[in-house]
């Protein structure tokens, strides 16, 4: 298992090497951290909640677990932390373990739907 377990970390760092991307995460006491993560796209999702319309946007973002790793990393994530990326603060939805010391993050980043939209236009 041992060896199972290095491959993947082996792995992870050339993830970060060829596809990573820096973000600053945030602890909710204010400590920043800037480390390299792998981070997937943005999408956009549509929360209805009784009349209140509101866009959520989310992604994931890989980080290792070794806070000695040559990329950094959080060797404990938690969901009040935020994550900063391209200078786009995300709160922390979910965080999974994943195999060779990393975390996936699922980050999320609520967006109001305007309601002063002006009107489309009047049937009659």
């Known amino acids: ?9 082996a792995g992870a760092e050339l993830l970060c090497e060829a596809f990573g991307s820096s973000l600053t995460y945030v602890t909710a006491a204010g400590v920043s951290t800037t480390l390299t993560g792998v981070v997937d796209g943005e999408r956009a999702e549509t929360e209805i909640e009784g009349d209140r319309r509101t ?17 950094g990393g959080i060797a404990s994530p938690n969901l009040k932390d935020t994550v900063t990326i391209s200078s786009v603060s995300y709160a922390i939805e979910k965080i999974v373990s994943l195999p060779g010391n990393a975390w996936q993050l699922q980050l999320v980043r609520p967006e109001p739907m305007d309601r002063n939209r002006a009107p489309g236009p009047t049937r009659r």
């Open 55 to 71: 866009k959520v946007r989310k992604r994931d973002v890989v980080i290792s677990a070794d806070t000695s790793s040559t990329y």
């Open 1 to 9: 298992m041992a060896l199972y377990d290095n491959d993947l970390e």
